[in-house]
């Protein structure tokens, strides 16, 4: 589902942020990405949502090599990715509902498959009765769950997160870490950056774990 070989991603000031990392994630698979601050991790995920080009190697999602993609395609190619970030990101003159509804809008959904799929997005991470709000009536850990919403509402078969749980105190990270399960036990991929070792290391998934760039170690 998703394969790096001998990834390097340079900047125009010389700065290498990955130097020569190779992993793959199979299908369906829940893992995390961990390492100290600085270490890539948001520029690893942004290769994957092609929001960056790899410098060198090889980066294929869902067989497609993003190497080899042209700019034209980069739009219908990010359908198949949600999203999810630390600070959710949310137009704050929008009701929850719009929020939601924003991917499906951009993809050219009808009005009545909109409506059906965004309350059904809300319903699966529990906000189904605060469609109308705007997001400043709601708590931050609402807000993130709408961010998770939005993410998925147009089924993509890979979800990305980096930090989501970040601004969150230990109780609620359960609960949006708990989310990200329920939608790998569907069949998505998830692949979530974070800082919060104390939480993963409750949990039965991989870690890919990055040292200035480098692969540090892979657990399980």
């Known amino acids: 589902m998703i394969n790096f070989s001998e990834v390097y991603k340079r900047y125009p000031n010389n700065y290498e942020a990955l130097s020569g990392l190779s992993f793959h994630l199979q299908e369906g698979e829940m893992a995390f990405l961990t390492g100290h601050s600085g270490a890539g991790k948001s520029t690893l995920l942004k290769l994957i949502a092609l929001i960056e080009r790899a410098s060198h190697g090889q980066v294929i999602v869902n067989n497609q090599n993003l190497t080899r ?21 949310l137009l704050q003159d929008r009701t929850v509902f719009d929020n939601v509804a924003l991917p ?7 009005h009545r498959e909109i409506g059906r799929r965004v309350r059904a997005a809300l319903d699966k991470v529990g906000l189904l009765g605060k469609e109308r709000n705007l997001p400043i009536a709601l708590s931050g850990g ?16 890979i979800l990305l997160a980096d930090e989501p749980t970040g601004n969150l105190d230990p109780e609620l990270s359960r609960e949006i870490m708990q989310l990200f399960e329920q939608f790998k036990q569907v069949g998505t991929t ?16 991989r870690q890919i774990t990055l040292d200035s760039g480098r692969l540090a170690e892979r657990g399980l």
Not at 104 to 110: Q, T
């Open 69 to 89: 993609l042209p700019k034209r395609k980069i739009p219908y190619y990010r359908r198949q990715i949600g999203i999810v970030f630390q600070d959710h990101n």
């Open 104 to 110: 499906l809008i951009i993809a050219g959904e009808k």
């Open 142 to 157: 609402e807000q993130q769950r709408v961010g998770i919403a939005r993410a998925v509402v147009n089924r993509p078969p």
């Open 190 to 205: 998830v692949f979530i950056a974070t800082h919060d070792m104390d939480l993963i290391q409750t949990l039965p998934y």
